[in-house]
């Protein structure tokens, strides 16, 4: 796509360079054919003059795509917005069932990983270093995560929480695009609707690549200019997806978002919920997830999916849309798949599968005895047939020195057979 956009004059901020307007420039009180907005007052003097114009984004910030004015099909969101229950109804289109088990996808997901693992760890390389954005080598990347995850939603999953990888920019990306996945699965969207919010989830945080490894891993509190170049990110993400070939609007309009909240606490443009699209409002809720459970540099640990899980749901409503969050939740269970558990018996569990009638008992892999010593062989239980069982509380994932990739990596699919 070409940096120069038409634009809505609701879309104009400060920090935009103006490269043409609609109608002659002579008519209008600049001294230049293209002028830099400077100030509040130039964009009360192009609304009073001007219908649209045209914004570069090579030349200053980018403008949303939500304000572009092109012949690109409207994301579904904007017909439905504001109706409640009623807009996630009107995308809801298929019933996904299970059509693989849990060891034979865990099978095939491991070959999936070691392929968009690379593609993701290039393509992002490639960006750091100023070149364009490969969208098609991701992008095929996304497709064959996202049939893995229709086939069988929780393997892929469990795959990624014994793979951690290194650099927290992939690990993050692949593990938002692998959870919208997984919510457009639960929501019934479409194939189509859940490749391009899969694609979304991975690129939600592609402008950090043009932020500082410094700046990005800084333990101590940012100063407010760092803060500023940290939420940057969003502009620089719209600008490489703009200069991109064949970026769907949806896709665009969700990195665009993401950071917005329902509440107007968001940025870069504060907007409110019936403003966001539908894909920027799970692109905020899975961000927000993904982030609290990995590890970073600031903070002593991160937290565990159960505590995650508390803390959208205390959102609801004021930073997150209510009925989106509780969708959330029923898609990745109160003790989502790789979740650590203490039973009441004082064994440790991995949760394997989610129990979508009773969300406090899932199916569990045990892996500690009481006595917190590994247990062998690992043995498998299901909490909804056992009476006598229950789980005490959430652990985090290094809770009794407990390293998820030595327990399980070397012969994770004979766990599951």
């Known amino acids: 796509m070409e940096s120069e956009k038409k634009i809505k004059l609701e879309g104009l901020q400060i920090g935009m360079y103006i490269s043409k307007i609609d109608r002659p420039w002579n008519e209008v009180p600049f001294a230049f054919e293209g002028m830099l907005i400077e100030s509040n007052e130039d964009i009360d003097t192009i609304k009073k003059h001007c219908q649209y114009v045209y914004v570069d984004s090579s030349r200053g910030r980018s403008p949303s795509p939500m304000y572009w004015l092109n012949d690109i099909k409207e ?66 990347s996304v497709i064959t995560t996202v049939d893995s995850v229709i086939r069988n939603p929780t393997a892929f999953k ?14 993050h990306a692949l593990r938002s695009s692998v959870w919208c996945a997984q919510f ?15 694609l979304g989830g991975l690129l939600l945080d592609v402008g950090k690549t043009q932020i500082t490894a410094e700046l990005l891993n800084k333990k101590e509190t940012l100063t407010q200019s760092e803060i500023a170049t940290f939420r940057s990110h969003v502009d620089s993400g719209v600008r490489i997806l703009a200069e991109a070939d064949n ?17 107007a606490s968001g940025y870069p443009q504060s907007l409110e919920n019936e403003n966001i699209p539908v894909y920027g409002r799970i692109g905020g809720i899975v961000d927000s997830f993904d982030a609290m459970t990995c590890d ?25 849309h209510k009925e989106l969050v509780e969708q959330f939740i029923q898609a990745i269970g109160v003790y989502p798949a790789g979740s650590l558990v203490e039973l009441r018996s004082g064994e440790v569990g991995m949760v394997i599968a989610i ?47 407990i390293k998820m990739n030595e327990l399980f990596l070397a012969n994770i699919c004979e766990f599951f057979a």
Request: proline residues 4%; glycine residues 4%; without cysteine.
């Open 75 to 140: 994301l579904v969101s904007r017909e439905v917005v504001d109706k409640g229950a009623d807009e996630y109804e009107l995308l809801r289109k298929e019933e996904y069932q299970d059509s693989s088990s849990l060891s034979e996808e865990l099978e095939a997901a491991k070959d999936i990983y070691r392929t968009i693992n690379e593609d993701i760890g290039d393509t992002f390389d490639e960006l750091r270093l100023s070149k364009k954005l490969n969208l098609e080598r991701v992008h095929d």
């Open 158 to 171: 469990l795959l990624l929480e014994f793979k951690q990888a290194d650099d927290y920019s992939y690990n």
């Open 184 to 198: 457009g699965r639960h929501m019934g969207f479409s194939l189509d609707d859940i490749n391009e919010l899969a």
């Open 247 to 263: 970026v769907p609007q949806s896709v665009l309009e969700m990195v665009a978002t993401h950071h917005e909240r329902a509440n």
């Open 296 to 320: 970073r540099p600031w903070r002593e640990r991160p937290y565990s999916p159960h505590e995650a899980i508390h803390d959208l749901y205390r959102l609801r409503g004021t930073a997150f």
């Open 355 to 401: 129990n979508n009638e009773q969300r406090l008992r899932p199916k569990v892999m045990l892996v500690l005895d009481q006595d917190k010593k590994e247990k062998h062989p690992f043995r498998p239980i299901d909490l909804a047939e056992r009476d006598d069982l229950s789980i005490r509380r959430a652990l985090n994932h290094s809770a009794y020195g």
